[in-house]
């Protein structure tokens, strides 16, 4: 079974500066997808980005940025020029790649403060 | 093009009492999947339905719980008999097609209260 791992509950950032936020996982896959979702507190889930592991080329949308390291299964998320509206959890997700899998396995999240 | 809609948002119930949840998938959207969220916990698969069809449901208690996606209408998930531990978040999410990794978009959720 696949495992997800947030070693940092929580952060704290300044608005305007950059913050890295950690993820680990285990599996004996080689074909997955990985996932940042965020979860402001409206409790609303919204995908922040997603990344293939067949792509060597890390993601990036706008202002977030992925660090994907297959062989250290590794995908950190780095927000740059943090704003306050960027404050929330953040989870990191994982799905097996191929036929029928369809299930998210998400790690416990880390809970991102950015501070005026 | 709306998103994924969940209602209720709140809902509270007393110890015994019947919780029905509904999700309404994207538009265009045909796989929903529900999954739960306890305090301070990440959130943990429960099921996977197509339309009038159970795919997966190895996620879900055996007992009180149930999930339906009818040809017409919401996909419901149903929990009989609550009690305290079933107070929870409970998402939705949907998809156009499944398998490759598609992106699962998820509802706001609905927060499950019991007393």
């Known amino acids: 079974a696949q495992t997800v791992t947030q070693s940092q509950p929580e952060m704290s950032v300044q608005e305007a500066e950059t913050v890295t936020l950690s993820c680990t996982y285990d599996?004996?896959?080689?074909?997955?997808?990985l996932f940042w979702y965020k979860q402001p507190p409206s409790r609303q889930m919204i995908l922040v980005i997603r990344?293939?592991?067949?792509?060597?080329q890390n993601a990036t949308e706008n202002r977030f940025s992925v660090n994907f390291q297959k062989a250290a299964k590794s995908f950190s998320l780095k927000i740059s020029d943090s704003q306050l509206g960027d404050t929330a959890m953040y989870f990191c997700?994982?799905?097996?790649?191929?036929?029928?899998?369809?299930?998210?396995?998400f790690g416990k999240g880390t809970l991102l403060t950015v501070n005026p | 093009n709306a998103g994924v809609m969940q209602n209720p948002r709140h809902l509270v119930r007393r110890r015994g009492q019947e919780a029905r949840l509904r999700c309404s998938p994207m538009?265009?959207?045909?796989?929903v999947y529900w999954y739960r969220q306890l305090p301070e916990e990440g959130l943990k698969f429960m099921v996977y339905?197509?339309?009038?069809?159970?795919?997966?449901e190895s996620g879900m208690p055996k007992e009180r719980f149930s999930a339906e996606f009818p040809k017409e209408g919401p996909s419901i998930l149903r929990i009989q008999q609550v009690v305290r531990g079933d107070s929870a978040a409970y998402f939705c999410?949907?998809?156009?097609?499944?398998?490759?990794?598609?992106?699962?978009?998820f509802g706001p959720g609905t927060r499950l209260t019991v007393l």
């Open positions: 599996t004996s896959e080689n074909n997955y997808y």
């Open positions: 997700a994982f799905m097996k790649s191929g036929g029928s899998n369809y299930k998210l396995t």
């Open positions: 538009k265009g959207h045909s796989h």
């Open positions: 339905l197509q339309k009038e069809n159970i795919i997966d």
């Open positions: 999410a949907s998809s156009p097609q499944t398998g490759a990794g598609d992106t699962q978009y």
């Open positions: 990344q293939e592991a067949y792509k060597q």
